[in-house]
């Protein structure tokens, strides 16, 4: 009957369409380099497959400054956390993000050929972290780097430039035929007055060439220190320890003189009068917290995820940062935060870190994060500008060593931000 199919018909139809999609699979597996993965594996080759799995990786962290080379001119923003945030936030972390995507592998390079990029390239966006941040791109680059300057040509990105502040070193690497422009947001900033030390005359000698200085002095505030468990009573504790992943149907509580100590299992964690909350897990068995493997970036994100369950609503305006991993002598790896307070680190007690963590493999045995909370008052806090601060290295002997703005909490409640010298390397 016309107007109707056969079965038949009907089975030729579902045949033709199936080849179709077979093709289609075909071509898109051609195009991607799947097929020639597959071929590939039995032969010994690295499996293709996984490279295509692969995505770049970098911590989720925010650089304390930033400087951007404009049409409009220079502008250099630092010591003021707000407006880095936004910017970086805004188009920069995405540039960063898929220069490393796009990036060939890096080659050794030097101070000299930064500096050189500096001057001589049209635009460009750099990016400084304060300390070195791993990362993994697309490609299976891996590395680390403190300061990453994007160069452009002819209005694309075209370069990636690293500096390693451990090693002192510095890497290049080309991005290729990115498309990646300039982001929009920092096409309009305005420029200002501040520069590297090496484009300055008087402070090339003086001062490390990466450190960004201006003409005039940074504005700070005097903060509120406090300790945000102070007073804490039962019903604190056992929601920090029901946070913390302790089965409060299993623990035992009891007071020590320097605070409360709870223990489930092989498990201890001490919540002490001071405001540090110090745990202990057993280093053979389960772990209570584990990261995803022993690489620095998933390292990072477990303790990251410690820290967030712990500290949420109790650090005031600070935030914390990661200032690096060190592998110990018993292959355990040590990783420390700092509170940041306006992009300047703020030095805390003694030892001058907020909190630090201790992974085995990838096992979370141990860690110690101070409880601070840190509110801004009206008093302005005032600080020389970069130039006064150096003439008073300079005669202190502290030739060419960096300067950085930072918070010193001594316990008195307060917290004041003076210059500080810090060791390269």
């Not at 369409?17 to 594996?41: E, H």
């Not at 220079?74 to 540039?95: F, M």
């Not at 982001?183 to 402070?203: I, M, R, S």
């Not at 149907?249 to 002490?272: L, P």
């Amino acid at each position: 009957m016309k107007g109707k199919f056969t079965r038949r018909q009907i089975d030729r139809i579902e045949n033709i369409l199936i080849a179709l999609l077979v093709c289609t699979a075909v071509f898109l597996v051609g195009q991607t380099n799947l097929f020639q993965t597959f071929v590939g594996q039995g032969a010994g080759q690295e499996s293709g497959a996984y490279r295509a799995a692969q995505t770049t990786q970098i911590p989720d962290q925010t650089p304390v400054a930033v400087m951007v080379q404009n049409d409009l001119g220079r502008c250099g923003l630092r010591y003021d956390q707000t407006s880095v945030e936004r910017v970086y936030d805004q188009g920069l972390k995405d540039l960063l993000f898929h220069t490393l995507d796009r990036m060939e592998k890096p080659k050794k390079s030097s101070q000299e050929a930064w500096q050189q990029a500096i001057t001589q390239s049209e635009n460009w966006v750099c990016n400084d972290f304060l300390y070195d941040i791993p990362f993994v791109s697309a490609s299976g680059q891996e590395g680390r780097g403190r300061i990453f300057l994007v160069t452009f040509r002819n209005g694309q990105a075209d370069a990636l430039y690293g500096y390693e502040q451990a090693s002192g070193e510095y890497w290049v690497s080309q991005v290729g035929t990115s498309g990646l422009a300039m982001p929009a947001q920092v096409q309009d900033l305005g420029p200002n007055q501040v520069c590297f030390a090496f484009e300055d005359q008087e402070l090339a000698a003086l001062l490390p060439g990466y450190m960004m200085v201006g003409s005039t002095a940074p504005s700070f505030r005097v903060y509120n220190a406090s300790n945000p468990l102070a007073g804490m009573d039962e019903t604190g504790i056992r929601g920090m320890l029901e946070t913390a992943g302790f089965n409060l149907q299993a623990v035992s509580i009891y007071e020590s003189a320097d605070g409360t100590v709870v223990r489930e299992g092989s498990d201890t964690i001490r919540i002490q009068e001071d405001g540090s909350v110090i745990y202990h897990g057993s280093e053979s068995g389960e772990a209570r917290y584990e990261a995803a493997s022993t690489e620095e970036l998933d390292l990072r994100e477990e303790a990251e995820a410690v820290l967030e369950l712990l500290t949420a609503g109790r650090t005031g305006e600070a935030r914390f940062f990661c200032q690096g991993a060190e592998e110990q002598p018993d292959g355990t790896q040590i990783l420390t935060y700092s509170y940041l307070l306006e992009g300047a680190r703020v030095s805390l007690g003694e030892n001058g870190w907020s909190a630090r963590f201790r992974f085995q493999g990838e096992s979370l045995v141990s860690f110690e994060i101070i409880f601070r909370q840190y509110d801004s008052t009206e008093a302005p806090c005032a600080v020389p500008p970069e130039r006064q601060a150096t003439a008073a290295a300079e005669a202190q002997s502290q030739v060419g060593k960096e300067l950085q703005l930072c918070h010193r909490d001594d316990g008195s409640g307060l917290t004041k931000a003076l210059w500080t010298v810090r060791e390269l390397g």
